[in-house]
């Protein structure tokens, strides 16, 4: 009798499956390493394409500026380029193949920012460390469906619980986190790193273990736009309508909050609650600090500052504005903390938005960066915030 | 005074932020909707590559036979083509440009293959909408990362909560949920829709509120190969080497059930537990039935059967596989049931373990269908089965 089934048997047929599968996967082409990180920082990028013409590659180590890289093609039809040496940092990149953006086939790992996705890798030693996965105790994170009353819909966030949390049975204070626009409840947990961030810094004991709590900001979706809805196309886009609303920061105060300190071992009480973002999340915190600054104590704005409305045909008194800060003032906040790359596009309004405050002798933190409006520094802000919360 | 920040003024800054990203991202290239599902289900790809020579296009609906469909150009440099019309289903494709693949940059929803990324899209008004997300209540996904005394090290899994966990104080029975050679703990959540699966089906009344946990089934790895680890160059592949150890049912018996049951309200006892895996998770899944008969008391092995193992060199004894099953029919379990698609190349190991099975007289339950060892066979016995468990 040939025919069994046993834990041995099991050994051999496991490993010709993988191998049955693993061939089907590389269709007899050459095996092909994608990117190679070299020990000095160099990266060598490889794609086999024999009847490809031009091949480049671009990424984030150009911070936002399409600079590529001409791959050259060897006898046996791979294209090669080596970079660098660059940083440790976590990069995004993609291949353009005879004009055509396309991935990276040899790397599994790929990031979607907004509606485009990109091969990713870090570089480790250094600050890539901190946004990779440790040998550290690891929090977990939930993508969790709830009840917005004020949206009238049920929408999409994620939550982060900090090590320790199903372990114990003690509460914790929570950080609201903002993506910024053409962003989703996905950005922070993909790009910006923040389960490996706080894993990391909570782990190092430089962080206080919180609870993170990352929303979708466009208040016209109920969750990104790679969540396939029944009937619905996937072709659509993501609506623009709703997000000029100003609802979003209301459904954060009145439904997502609530919702929290009722399913979560959540502490309560504005010095337990911090709010921060970037971009649109740093224009939605500066809202949420003047509409409700009652609700939060600890503020974070990346990469946002006081904007001239005026070229946008929007004509505001400057009496609201102060009024807005006095009432802001007297809730006594414990942070009020900003942080702008000096090759942002909107340095200047950051750095009006710094004057302003200090015209108005109002407390606050300023970390002023090299770099531009990128995930890099949005990862460099959060490791810099966190940190300073609910200390 | 022209500067202030109001909610009113936010409202016109979001539009303009948002608008700004959304050009960044387009680059003066022409508008392209891709993929296009029209009413009567023919789809129609675009792909802008003025300089590109042949482009094609291959997906699922070919059922792993690599059929591609050459995409025509127009004198903007849009490349075009129309396929189907196709069953309501999920799908993933690729385009192939001058013989490279790649995703389809209009399309940013992806789902990632063992080691490879396509594009996916959903065509709806049947099966389909039972893989979306839909007007229902909604459960929860949670990362999770637990510690394996058997492996040695912490792993990363998932676990699904049923819409009303949160609310409720009930407990709840489990399935654990096994994936193929080359997956890993992602793999059910992404191709495999479990959620919007379970969530439509418990939605219906069809099947009963359940957790499901979704583990990684490589006892050599921690987690997914798209996890970056600290210290790691993310060009390894994952390694082969463990997977042949027989050691992951272990884990899953003595680590991971004892920790669902701690940290989550499970019901605990064999008949509230459930087993499923496809294809190397079917035979862990029979692995598991008769190594531990007394700890699931329900069953589910998609596309795998009796595996000839005389080919590999391994000779076992009819003995052992007769006492196994004897072993495990004194345990009595509630369902035993396979599922498998004539065209699967494993359709006649299959074939050979119903045979044995009614030649022992032992209870269980045969679901044959067309179609082969794809995801949308196994989308669909998770369809089918869930319905059946804890009755």
Same mark, same amino acid.
């Given at each position: 009798?040939?025919?069994?089934?046993?834990?041995?048997?099991?050994?051999?047929?496991? &490993?010709?499956?993988?191998?049955?599968?693993?061939?089907?996967?590389?269709?007899?082409?050459?095996?092909?390493?994608?990117?190679?990180?070299?020990?000095?920082?160099?990266?060598?990028?490889?794609?086999?394409?024999?009847?490809?013409?031009?091949?480049?590659?671009?990424?984030?180590? /150009?911070?936002?500026?399409?600079?590529?890289?001409? +791959?050259?093609?060897?006898?046996?039809?791979?294209?090669?380029?080596?970079?660098?040496? +660059?940083?440790?940092?976590?990069?995004?990149?993609?291949?353009?193949?005879?004009?055509?953006?396309?991935?990276?086939?040899? =790397?599994?790992?790929?990031?979607?920012?907004?509606?485009?996705?990109?091969?990713?890798?870090?570089?480790?030693?250094?600050?890539?460390?901190?946004?990779?996965?440790?040998?550290?105790?690891?929090?977990?994170?939930?993508?969790?469906?709830?009840?917005?009353?004020?949206?009238?819909?049920?929408?999409?966030?994620?939550?982060?619980?900090?090590?320790?949390?199903?372990?114990?049975?003690?509460?914790?204070?929570?950080?609201?986190?903002?993506?910024?626009?053409?962003?989703?409840?996905?950005?922070?947990?993909?790009?910006?790193?923040?389960?490996?961030? &706080? $894993?990391? +810094?909570?782990?190092?004991?430089?962080?206080?273990?919180?609870?993170?709590?990352?929303?979708?900001? =466009?208040?016209?979706?109920?969750?990104?736009?790679?969540?396939?809805?029944?009937?619905?196309?996937?072709?659509?886009?993501?609506?623009?309508?709703?997000?000029?609303?100003?609802?979003?920061?209301?459904?954060?105060?009145?439904?997502?909050?609530?919702?929290?300190?009722?399913?979560?071992?959540?502490?309560?009480?504005?010095?337990?609650?911090?709010?921060?973002? &970037?971009?649109?999340?740093? @224009?939605?915190?500066?809202?949420?600090?003047?509409?409700?600054?009652?609700?939060?104590?600890?503020?974070?704005?990346?990469?946002?500052?006081?904007? /001239?409305?005026?070229?946008?045909?929007?004509?505001?008194?400057?009496?609201?504005?102060?009024?807005? @800060?006095?009432? @802001?003032?007297?809730?006594?906040? $414990?942070?009020?903390?900003?942080?702008?790359?000096?090759?942002?596009? &909107?340095?200047? /309004?950051?750095?009006?938005?710094?004057?302003?405050?200090?015209?108005?002798?109002?407390?606050?933190?300023? @970390?002023?960066?090299?770099?531009?409006?990128?995930?890099?520094?949005?990862?460099?802000?959060?490791?810099?915030?966190?940190?300073?919360?609910?200390?």
């Amino acid at each position: 009798m040939r025919k069994t089934i046993t834990i041995s048997a099991v050994t051999a047929f496991m &490993l010709i499956i993988a191998l049955f599968q693993l061939s089907a996967q590389q269709q007899q082409r050459p095996r092909v390493v994608s990117p190679e990180i070299h020990d000095d920082n160099t990266i060598t990028f490889r794609l086999y394409a024999p009847h490809a013409g031009s091949i480049t590659v671009s990424g984030s180590w /150009d911070r936002g500026v399409e600079v590529s890289d001409e +791959l050259t093609v060897n006898s046996e039809g791979i294209h090669e380029t080596t970079i660098g040496p +660059l940083p440790s940092e976590m990069y995004t990149y993609t291949f353009t193949i005879d004009g055509v953006r396309a991935f990276d086939p040899s =790397n599994p790992a790929v990031a979607r920012d907004g509606v485009r996705n990109q091969s990713m890798f870090i570089v480790p030693g250094g600050r890539g460390d901190l946004y990779s996965t440790a040998n550290v105790p690891h929090g977990n994170i939930e993508k969790v469906w709830y009840p917005s009353s004020s949206l009238g819909t049920n929408r999409r966030m994620y939550v982060y619980t900090p090590p320790g949390y199903m372990e114990s049975t003690g509460s914790y204070p929570v950080l609201y986190l903002l993506h910024g626009a053409g962003g989703d409840e996905d950005a922070w947990t993909t790009l910006g790193r923040t389960p490996q961030i &706080l $894993d990391n +810094l909570i782990g190092a004991g430089r962080a206080k273990p919180m609870i993170v709590v990352m929303t979708n900001g =466009n208040p016209g979706r109920a969750a990104a736009p790679t969540v396939q809805m029944t009937g619905r196309k996937s072709s659509e886009q993501p609506g623009m309508a709703g997000m000029a609303s100003g609802e979003f920061e209301k459904s954060l105060v009145k439904d997502v909050i609530p919702f929290i300190e009722k399913n979560y071992r959540a502490d309560t009480g504005k010095e337990s609650r911090a709010v921060a973002g &970037l971009s649109m999340g740093g @224009l939605q915190t500066m809202s949420v600090s003047f509409t409700w600054p009652e609700t939060f104590s600890w503020y974070g704005i990346m990469s946002m500052g006081l904007v /001239d409305m005026a070229r946008f045909g929007v004509e505001e008194s400057s009496e609201s504005r102060t009024r807005n @800060l006095d009432r @802001l003032r007297s809730s006594n906040p $414990d942070l009020y903390w900003i942080a702008c790359g000096t090759e942002d596009f &909107l340095y200047n /309004d950051v750095v009006e938005l710094i004057a302003f405050l200090e015209e108005q002798n109002f407390p606050h933190t300023y @970390l002023e960066t090299g770099g531009g409006h990128t995930w890099d520094r949005w990862r460099l802000y959060l490791s810099e915030l966190a940190p300073l919360l609910f200390r």
